[in-house]
T-cell receptor, first 114, second 111 residues
Framework: EPEVTQTPSHQVTQMGQEVILRCVPI?????FYWYRQILGQKVEFLVS????????KSEIFDDQFSVERPDGSNFTLKIRSTKLEDSAMYFC????????????FGSGTRLTVV | GDSVTQMEGPVTLSEEAFLTINCTYT??????LFWYVQYPGEGLQLLLK?????DKGSNKGFEATYRKETTSFHLEKGSVQVSDSAVYFC??????????FGAGTILRVKS
């Protein structure tokens, strides 16, 4: 079964550093998403991406965040200057253009900001 | 805006007990509804989904029926196993846009 692949699985970074989280969506999917889950809390939407541009973003997705699809396979989330409160599990998801809107999630990247 | 409300957990059951996790939603249109499961230390896995009223989603013994009249999508399983211990998230999506998740319900099954 096709998978969404995320790397790294765990990243530790110092406050103020830039991090890039990487995702390889399912190859024929067209819609890409980032979500985050602070430990023990609900899963929150960050941003959606379609046709090489952001289609929607949440209040969380401020100027410190950016997304990019640098080539035909990768989808990245960059946090420019990390804060302690950015520590969370970050999930990438993708979906095709079928009518049942089947979203597939990656296994997540646990980001720890120290 | 759209929202999803789930029953608070944790829910603790003995093996072979009947499970119900309540989920209700608020949406402006006619959303698709989902249940996702998160096992300890893992990501989100789609458990089942329903795209229109009266649809029943089912998978691995779990079922949920899309009830438009009560705006609900309750998750049920007739006989739970220890391996079902996980966090269960109800979610909705309108017209294929972002998923909106409930807070999640922790299920603990004792042998």
């Amino acid at each position: 079964e096709p998978e969404v692949t995320q790397t790294p699985s765990h990243q530790v970074t110092q406050m103020g550093q830039e991090v890039i989280l990487r995702c390889v969506p399912i190859s024929n999917h067209l819609y890409f998403y980032w979500y985050r889950q602070i430990l023990g809390q609900k899963v929150e939407f960050l941003v959606s991406f379609y046709n090489n541009e952001i289609s929607e973003k949440s209040e969380i997705f401020d100027d410190q965040f950016s997304v990019e699809r640098p080539d035909g396979s990768n989808f990245t989330l960059k946090i420019r200057s990390t804060k302690l409160e950015d520590s969370a599990m970050y999930f990438c998801a993708s979906r095709g253009q079928t009518g049942d809107y089947g979203y597939t999630f990656g296994s997540g990247t646990r980001l720890t900001v120290v | 805006g759209d929202s999803v409300t789930q029953m608070e957990g944790p829910v603790t059951l003995s093996e072979e007990a009947f499970l119900t996790i309540n989920c209700t939603y608020t949406a402006t249109g006619y959303p698709s509804l989902f249940w996702y499961v998160q096992y300890p230390g893992e990501g989100l896995q789609l458990l089942l989904k329903a795209t229109k009223a009266d649809d029943k989603g089912s998978n691995k013994g779990f079922e949920a029926t899309y009830r438009k009249e009560t705006t609900s999508f309750h998750l049920e399983k007739g006989s739970v196993q220890v391996s079902d211990s996980a966090v269960y998230f109800c979610a909705l999506s309108e017209r294929g846009n972002k998923l909106v998740f409930g807070a999640g319900t922790i299920l603990r099954v004792k042998s």
